[in-house]
Nanobody
Framework: QLQASGGGLVQPGGSLRLSCAASGRTFSRSAKGWFRQAPGKEREFVAAISGSGGVTYYADSARDRFTISRDNAKNTVYLQMNSLKPEDTAVYYC??????????????????WGQGTLVTVSS
């Protein structure tokens, strides 16, 4: 129901834009988030956006470099990633808090997850 895309190989300092499109259900009023899991590490919070798009949260590692946004008409959430670093290498997952508009940082508060898209930052 959640299809993440946009990952790939990028050089340090480069940019990528991840997308997560929902199908089968309408999540237009649901808060959405992005998480990532680096090799050998636990999955961690990256960014989240409220149902209206008016409130956003970022992990310290993402603030000032990443931007989360959403297009409710397309049932899609985006993560624009700039100034990428090797430590951003991870599988990135989108997630939805079904019918809850308030953002959250904890994984346990998300109900639906995408399959993940791999981002590799390397020269």
């Amino acid at each position: 129901q959640l299809q993440a895309s946009g990952g790939g190989l990028v050089q340090p300092g480069g940019s990528l834009r991840l997308s997560c499109a929902a199908s089968g259900r309408t999540f237009s009023r649901s808060a959405k988030g992005w998480f990532r899991q680096a090799p050998g590490k636990e999955r961690e919070f990256v960014a989240a956006i409220s149902g209206s798009g008016g409130v956003t949260y970022y992990a310290d590692s993402a603030r000032d470099r990443f931007t989360i946004s959403r297009d409710n008409a397309k049932n899609t959430v985006y993560l624009q990633m700039n100034s990428l670093k090797p430590e951003d290498t991870a599988v990135y997952y989108c997630a939805v808090r079904f019918n809850i508009v308030v953002v959250a940082r904890r994984q346990e508060e998300y109900d639906f997850w995408g399959q993940g898209t791999l981002v590799t930052v390397s020269s």
